[in-house]
């Protein structure tokens, strides 16, 4: 008799489960570059904060705009259905938890307003800030020419997993191709976590990809349908794409990992993986800026049928630059993450974001955290 055929399975990684390995030369921390390009945008830091009510409105957009970064815009969410999303973000994070998600539910039932997403738009660009804004694949060809005409300078296409080829019934699916040419702005689509979509989706035209399915603090994808790849292993497989497609084409599409990133640490390793820039959500929800008063949510949260996200309290611990810049008052890599970044490059030798990912090597170090570390772990330091 033939013995069973099993699937076979190939070991995946997280942040946690590896550490990057010293260069055998250092460079000055402040002589690195972190710049970040997409398509005809220039970003001073690769950072770009979650498209969460939580975390961005159009003040939180202008400010991290100030500093360097890029805050994407969720028009669907709240700021795109009431006039005044202010008292609507209070009662969420002053809603009882086992009351939330029905009140999410409520709250995302409400019709959006066409009128507000130029509003929107305009209002950051009245700010001195670059615009990018986030809309659903079911949503893109209604939305997207309003935007793109209001003066958003990115769109963001973005859902739990997105491929360039949707099968469906009921409708001509999105054709990335064609919004390309429709569009005179950068689209980035996200997310994805192989290599064979995150190739596929390259040729398309698209600017720039986001990595990442069911690692955020908020999102629950990984327990309700049991889907997800740890970061570090997608990270390293969309990267490879990429430089597949760049050695096709000699165009550089960048991949942005999104979700997990709490530390300085987690941040280092996913541009050690390939990573040309990250999105970040729960770290921006706990600076004062924020606009979810400590909370934040992932846009699944409310799905009236299947909720994939939970509300989180991360609190109010620091200001948008203590975050980012410093100076920081704990120890623990939550804060000054761009000191981190700058730091590690220097360790490992690399002056650019593209030095890192060919100098930086990663090893399995499921202990990195945990070696010789017991007086921490005790409480004593």
């Keep these: 008799m033939q013995g069973a055929r099993l699937k076979e399975l190939r070991p995946a990684y997280g942040f946690d489960e590896v550490a990057i390995v010293p260069g055998e030369v250092t460079v000055n921390p402040d002589q690195t570059n972190i710049g970040f390009e997409l398509g005809n945008v220039t970003l001073g830091i690769p950072v770009l904060a979650s498209a969460m009510d939580g975390v961005v409105d159009p003040d939180f957009?202008?400010?991290?705009?100030g500093l360097g970064g890029l805050a994407v815009l969720n028009l669907e969410g709240v700021q795109a259905r009431y006039e005044d999303a202010k008292s609507v973000l209070a009662e969420i994070a002053n809603t009882p938890a086992g009351e939330v998600t029905g009140l999410l539910q409520r709250v995302y039932s409400e019709p959006i307003k066409e009128a507000l997403l130029g509003e929107r738009v305009r209002e950051i660009k009245a700010g001195g800030a670059l615009c990018a804004v986030s809309v659903t694949p079911q949503t893109t060809k209604r939305f997207a020419p309003l935007v793109a005409e209001a003066g958003a300078d990115v769109l963001v296409v973005q859902s739990t997993v997105t491929t360039a080829r949707h099968i469906s019934k009921s409708y001509r699916g999105l054709i990335f191709s064609e919004l390309c040419q429709q569009v005179p702005i950068p689209v980035v689509v996200g997310n994805t976590v192989t290599y064979a979509t995150t190739l596929e989706l390259m040729r398309t035209g698209i600017a720039g990809v986001l990595v990442g399915v069911g690692p955020g603090a908020a999102c629950t994808t990984r327990e309700v349908t049991g889907v997800g790849?740890?970061?570090i292993t997608a990270t390293l497989d969309c990267s490879a794409a990429r430089d597949q497609y760049f050695r096709e084409t000699r165009r550089y599409v960048p991949i942005i990992t999104d979700g997990g990133i709490r530390t300085g640490g987690d941040l280092c390793k996913?541009?050690?993986a390939g990573a040309d820039a990250v999105m970040i959500g729960s770290p921006f929800a706990a600076t004062r800026e924020a606009p979810g008063q400590g909370y934040h949510w992932g846009m699944a949260?409310?799905?009236a049928a299947l909720p994939r996200g939970i509300r989180i309290n991360v609190g109010v611990r620091y200001s948008l630059e203590q975050l980012l810049f410093g100076p920081t008052s704990v120890n623990d890599g939550t804060q000054n993450l761009m000191g981190a970044l700058r730091v590690c490059m220097g360790m490992v030798g690399a002056l650019t974001i593209k030095d890192l990912h060919?100098?930086?090597?990663?090893?399995?170090?499921?202990?990195?955290k945990t070696e010789g570390k017991a007086f921490q772990l005790s409480g004593r330091l």
Excluded: M
């Design 61 to 65: 957009a202008i400010a991290l705009g």
């Design 229 to 231: 790849v740890p970061q």
């Design 270 to 272: 996913a541009f050690a």
């Design 301 to 303: 949260t409310p799905h």
């Design 358 to 368: 060919h100098r930086a090597e990663l090893v399995v170090a499921p202990s990195i």
